[in-house]
């Protein structure tokens, strides 16, 4: 099956909507077109074909959008390269997903000699002539991969996942099947457009026609005062944009004109939703991952504190169940979160062996550990690699870090198992927190958490708990902490 090059289609149908604004330029979606079919020009000046896999490495910026859009309008492939990698790091990336050559970002230009394909800097690619009889897309193959993203590696070295254009045409139509959205919205995006969220939005922004704003970073400040400007309804945000959102507005509140904040990252603390409630602010906490390009199960606001903690239920054409012992799971009974759909990658790039582990039939299995209620609402407990077993009894760290998080003056959390002689493993927590003592943590635990599942050790820490780019906890660093710490003694 195919469909219209949606770059092309958008541009023939709306041609005068605005289409993206950075800063303070603003693009309709037929002068986007323009843009995008001169770099496309460009592209193919230097020898990019129709299934080159080109690596992107860039903050946002309206050239780096641009860009994107080109290498669909050319049919090349765009591996979208994390920021805040080192060199070796991305050297890893470039050999895993067999790119051809490196687009960067001035910013980036001191890895240009540690890169081991050629480069070519945004600067360059625009001084560069266009091959004016370049063959643009006429129509997108959509089982033909589109992009390709790499996991955060929270269990491992990162995995290349395919995202084909069904993947994002099938998260598109999900997203404005359950959420409303419309031409009329204009989608905030101050998450990387190298990451799941920030790319869909894009995606999104051609399917329905709608103005997307984009940051360079997240300015809460910012955000916040072009909220209250009515500049934006839709906003993406993980839980500690949120909370900087919340902070910085303080006693004012959002117009009736914002009508969807998408919260990803994980369950949200109590205090958020209710700050969010008091303000008026709809919280539709989210569940997705690269592999489903994007989100695949949602929480409507009004469920928000009726069903505290749940990811909500699946997007239309998707669907969730829950493993345990190759049975599905009854309700409230937990084991490994499944999901299928069109949305759903195809595979990781020349990962048979991923492949083969990850997919039962058409059904993925995610390696995240959760369980449904009877309602069909889903709840994520943890990754399944993260599973401490003391006891023989399964402690899932994501459980103990969302009872921590809940008390007031704990602004982050972080659990990992450290060995013990007698019970296996026992939970470590880590706590960023200001005017609480370790025993009133455990106070707190003492009354949520089974004694079993509470906090043997509590270490306090000043500093930031390990995040990557998307906000995922990144626990290996944790225990490499806690090993450290156990040497020094």
Same mark, same amino acid.
């Given at each position: 099956m195919k469909i219209p090059n949606w770059i092309k289609q958008r541009a023939y149908l709306t041609p005068n909507r605005p289409a993206i604004t950075y800063e303070e330029q603003t693009l309709t979606f037929f002068e986007l077109y323009e843009r995008v079919s001169q770099t496309a020009g460009k592209l193919a000046k230097l020898g990019v074909k129709q299934g080159e896999h080109i690596g992107v490495l860039s903050k946002n910026q309206l050239d780096f959008a641009i860009l994107l859009y080109s290498l669909q309008h050319i049919g090349a492939i765009s591996v979208l390269i994390n920021t805040r990698l080192s060199a070796a790091e991305i050297n890893f990336q470039l050999t895993e997903a067999k790119i051809n050559r490196m687009i960067l970002d001035h910013a980036f230009l001191q890895y240009r000699d540690q890169l081991e394909v050629p480069t070519v800097l945004f600067s360059e690619l625009d001084q560069t002539e266009e091959n004016n009889l370049f063959k643009e897309m006429d129509y997108f193959q959509m089982e033909d991969v589109c992009s390709m993203m790499f996991t955060s590696g929270t269990t491992g070295n990162p995995k290349a996942v395919q995202q084909s254009y069904q993947n994002h045409w099938w998260s598109a139509i999900g997203s404005a099947l359950n959420l409303g959205l419309s031409e009329k919205d204009t989608w905030m995006c101050a998450v990387p457009l190298f990451h799941i969220s920030g790319y869909s939005i894009l995606i999104k922004s051609m399917v329905y026609g709608m103005h997307v704003r984009l940051y360079h970073q997240f300015n809460p400040s910012q955000i916040n005062q072009d909220i209250v400007e009515e500049k934006g309804s839709i906003l993406s945000v993980v839980t500690t944009m949120a909370t900087q959102l919340l902070d910085e507005i303080r006693e004012s509140s959002y117009p009736s004109s914002f009508r969807c904040m998408l919260l990803g990252g994980g369950p949200a603390p109590l205090s958020i939703l209710e700050a969010c409630k008091e303000k008026n602010i709809p919280v539709y906490q989210t569940y997705g991952m690269t592999e489903t390009a994007s989100q695949i199960v949602t929480l409507a606001p009004e469920d928000s504190m009726r069903k505290l903690g749940s990811a909500g239920k699946p997007l239309f054409p998707c669907e969730v169940k829950i493993m345990k012992d190759n049975n599905q799971a009854l309700p409230f009974e937990e084991g490994e979160i499944c999901v299928k759909g069109p949305n759903v990658t195809k595979g990781y790039y020349f990962h048979p062996k991923a492949n083969e582990e990850s997919f039962v039939g058409d059904w993925f299995y995610t390696g995240d550990i959760g369980l449904m209620d009877e309602e069909g609402y889903l709840y994520i407990l943890d990754r399944r690699s993260d599973l401490i077993i003391?006891?023989?009894?399964?402690?899932?760290?994501?459980?103990?870090?969302?009872?921590?998080?809940?008390?007031?003056?704990?602004?982050?959390?972080?659990?990992?198992?450290?060995?013990?002689?007698?019970?296996?493993?026992? /939970?470590?927590?880590?706590? %960023?927190?200001?005017?609480?003592? $370790? #025993?009133?943590?455990? +106070?707190?635990?003492?009354? =949520? *958490?089974? /004694?079993?599942?509470?906090? %043997?050790?509590?270490?306090?820490? $000043? #500093?930031?708990?390990? +995040?990557?780019?998307?906000? =995922? *906890?990144?626990?290996?660093?944790?225990?490499?902490?806690?090993?450290?710490? $156990? #040497?020094?003694?």
């Open positions: 003391s006891g023989g009894e399964n402690i899932y760290p994501a459980e103990i870090e969302n009872v921590l998080i809940q008390h007031p003056n704990i602004e982050d959390a972080g659990v990992v198992g450290m060995k013990n002689n007698r019970w296996g493993e026992v /939970p470590v927590a880590y706590v %960023k927190a200001t005017n609480i003592s $370790k #025993d009133e943590i455990k +106070r707190w635990c003492a009354d =949520k *958490l089974a /004694p079993y599942k509470q906090p %043997k050790q509590i270490v306090m820490t $000043k #500093d930031p708990l390990p +995040r990557n780019a998307t906000n =995922k *906890l990144l626990r290996r660093e944790l225990k490499g902490r806690l090993e450290a710490s $156990k #040497d020094e003694d």
